[in-house]
């Protein structure tokens, strides 16, 4: 968890740029990734310096040659603020452009790839200056502190009211996470990926639950930073700020890439990504419409709609393979919709794949930038059926305050329940429909036109409440009358 220096000292870092002249929340965190990028490069080769001075051998693959020594963030961040600003904007920016194409591949890695387009946009000397000391007094060599300094800087972006809409929340991200329980077998996507946050939390919870068996050997380490994480955006800035967030949580070249994850393309490559991942985390964009001919056929054929939620969920369906899971996030329009792409995709969850769970949330999860209600749906991928019944739990709080405020409360939290309940759901069956989560049959759900909206299912238990006679109210009423004319009465012989 960040703490309270190190949040000041961001704050400082981000009031620094933004009085230097640059006033877009997302171009701070674009220089500030920049910078933490090169600072990084740094860390990397140091270590294998000292490595190479352990073993007596010379290092392998060296991230600076002995001419680019300049180039490194140790060495340009002892010069004068013009001479810094003049080696950092003429030769560090081209250098860490040029490096895509190192190497044996064209592409190289893809945070090298999505820098390509940078931008230096550092106005003054000054500035850059002040922004390097402030960045090199934060200790960043542990990678937890790392990754909140970087979550911290993104929430920045919400609280800014600007592209919110790409953050969804950590501690939801997190539940999804533990309640799908990625392994090292899986291959995880997300296909709307914004800032990667789906990603990071899946990679934090392989290193702590499976660090042993991703870090075993050279294979299994290749695998985790490069076969394990895909991710699809559409926005180059939000490419180079996921790249740069996994990186930053320890994942050295992940497969995010540009891509609209809905939209019809010709190229014969594009229907590579059909069912070949395990996993799908994502939080998809609501309430969008497309046009018929701009989305993608084979997504219509599943359900023929204009809407992106409904087509994000085919999109679903088509990325898994056989046996794949995924844990999404649906606004409740989704559930009980009666339109009849609503109900086929609905039908399609329930009798052909195998729909495992609805968490019903508030509406204030996403506040202060969204207030619609949402949903996390968790299902299976079988092409077969396979629902039996489905567990349908009715979050009440999520440890934070409903309103735009969204203050922590952490006595105030289902999450943990939640969890329990999840991993040890044969329990559930003696729960009633009046308590928080319950199990629904599959044969109820069809006979409701596949209706998965926790409240057509859940049964609210009324307190009967016992009223006076109104006899006895009218008589009190009376009773008050006689005392307001009482003291109306002493008021205007005072007055009088």
Same mark, same amino acid.
């Given at each position: ?10 704050? &400082? ?14 171009? =701070? ?53 013009? &001479?810094?600003? !003049? ?44 922004? #390097?000391? &402030? ?5 960043? =060599? ?34 999804? #996470? ?5 392994? @090292? ?8 990926? *914004?800032?990667? *946050? ?6 934090? %919870? ?23 994480? %895909? ?47 395990? $996993?799908?985390?994502?939080?998809? @964009? ?72 609805? =968490? ?11 207030? #619609? ?52 759901? !044969? ?41 006076? @006679? ?20 002493? $008021? ?5």
């Amino acid at each position: 968890m960040i703490t309270g220096v190190l949040k000041s000292k961001v704050d &400082q870092i981000w009031n620094t740029m933004w009085s230097g002249g640059i006033s877009n929340p997302l171009s =701070v965190i674009e220089q500030l990734t920049y910078l933490l990028f090169i600072k990084r490069l740094d860390e990397l080769h140091t270590r294998e310096e000292h490595k190479a001075a352990r073993t007596g051998h010379p290092i392998e693959k060296p991230l600076f040659t002995a001419r680019q020594g300049a180039l490194r963030w140790s060495r340009f961040k002892e010069l004068a603020p013009e &001479q810094m600003f !003049e080696t950092v904007r003429d030769r560090v920016f081209p250098f860490i452009k040029s490096m895509g194409q190192a190497g044996d591949s064209d592409e190289g890695s893809t945070y090298t790839h999505h820098m390509k387009d940078a931008l230096f946009m550092m106005p003054t000397a000054r500035v850059l200056a002040n922004v #390097v000391d &402030q960045l090199d007094d934060i200790d960043m =060599v542990d990678r937890d502190t790392k990754g909140d300094l970087y979550e911290y800087m993104l929430g920045k972006i919400a609280t800014a009211g600007q592209n919110g809409q790409f953050r969804t929340p950590r501690h939801i991200i997190k539940l999804m #996470v533990d309640m799908t329980a990625p392994t @090292p077998k899986d291959v995880i996507c997300d296909p709307a990926c *914004g800032t990667a *946050g789906f990603l990071v939390a899946a990679s934090e %919870h392989l290193v702590t639950h499976h660090g042993d068996r991703i870090y075993k050997d050279a294979q299994a380490r290749r695998r985790f930073n490069e076969g394990t994480f %895909h991710g699809y955006d559409f926005d180059t800035t939000m490419l180079r700020i996921g790249s740069m967030n996994m990186l930053l949580h320890g994942v050295e070249n992940p497969d995010i890439r540009y891509r609209d994850s809905l939209a019809q393309t010709d190229l014969p490559a594009a229907g590579d990504d059909a069912e070949r991942y395990s $996993l799908v985390l994502a939080n998809p @964009p609501f309430a969008g419409s497309l046009d018929y001919e701009s989305t993608a056929k084979d997504l219509q054929q599943v359900v023929k709609t204009k809407k992106t939620e409904l087509l994000f969920l085919a999109l679903f369906l088509r990325l898994l393979q056989t046996g794949g899971r995924a844990a999404v996030i649906v606004p409740d329009g989704v559930l009980f919709g009666s339109s009849k792409a609503h109900r086929t995709l609905r039908r399609i969850l329930v009798e052909e794949q195998k729909l495992d769970a609805i =968490v019903s949330m508030p509406s204030g999860v996403f506040r202060p930038y969204a207030g #619609v209600s949402t949903a996390i749906l968790l299902f299976t991928k079988t092409n077969s059926g396979g629902t039996d019944d489905v567990w349908f739990y009715d979050m009440q709080a999520d440890g934070y305050s409903l309103d735009d405020k969204r203050t922590p409360q952490p006595e105030k939290s289902d999450l943990a329940d939640i969890l329990a309940r999840w991993r040890n759901r !044969e329990a559930e069956r003696k729960r009633m429909r009046t308590d928080q989560s319950f199990l629904v049959p599959k044969a109820e759900i069809a006979s409701n036109d596949y209706d998965l909206s926790i409240n057509r299912y859940k049964e609210v238990e009324y307190e009967a409440v016992e009223y006076d @006679p109104p006899m006895v109210i009218m008589q009190r009423l009376a009773v008050l009358e006689m005392e307001i004319a009482k003291g109306r009465a002493v $008021l205007e012989r005072l007055l009088g």
